[in-house]
Structures are given as C-alpha cells and as structure tokens.
C-alpha cells in the first residue's frame, strides 16, 4: 500500500517563503510524474507544478518565477519551494505522484495560508 505524505504548510506573510515537502512509502512501479495541486475553498483542485521524471516541469502561470519544484524518484519525494508568497496563494496543497502504469497517489494535503 502507498502513503503520500506532504509537511511543511503553515501560516506566512505576504512576500514570504514557504518548502512544501512530499513523501511516498511503499511500492511505485516507476514514476513518471510529481506533481503539487492545490484547493482553495469553493473553488476546484488546479495544477501548481509538476516535473517528470526526464527532468521538465510545467508551472500554473499564477506562480512562474515565484515557485520551483524539484524531486528525487529514487526517494520518491518531491518538493515545492515558495518564493513571494501572496494571499491568494491560500490553499491546501496536494501531492500526487503518477506512476507509468497511470496509477495515481495522493496525499491528505497541508495547509498554506498566506496573511498579514
């Protein structure tokens, strides 16, 4: 059985920094992509970043140049460093890893609140 497990959310100014923090257990049959989601209440789960496991990343508009993900398959962790935080970055932050079967992990989410 796979665990995801994120850490690292929390409570942050605006123009703050916040390292999100990702790690699967168990057995993954290959990993083709990691991937950081995110929810705000009332409104629907979105892609932040993700990077596979040739090395490329996508990120939301909403955070190019302020974000940056980074991952290890081999520990199977990945990361999301959080540069210039803004309020409407609020959100709890999901992980998800995909293996090549197509199988998807997620985990419970952490809490990012940014506000003064």
């Known amino acids: 059985q796979v665990h995801v497990v994120e850490s690292g959310g929390g409570l942050v100014q605006p123009g703050g920094s916040l390292r999100l923090s990702c790690a699967a257990s168990?057995?993954?049959?290959?990993?083709?992509?990691m991937g950081w989601y995110r929810q705000a209440p009332g409104k629907e789960r979105e892609l932040v970043a993700l990077?596979?496991?040739?090395?490329?990343?996508n990120y939301a508009d909403s955070v190019k140049g302020r974000f940056t993900i980074s991952g290890d398959n081999s520990k199977k962790t990945v990361y999301l460093q959080m540069n210039v935080l803004k309020p409407e970055d609020t959100a709890r932050y999901y992980c998800?890893?995909?293996?090549?079967?197509?199988?998807?992990?997620w985990g419970q989410g952490t809490q990012v609140t940014v506000s003064s």
């Open positions: 168990g057995s993954i049959f290959g990993i083709a992509v």
């Open positions: 998800k890893i995909t293996s090549y079967g197509a199988q998807n992990y």
């Open positions: 990077i596979r496991d040739i090395g490329t990343t």
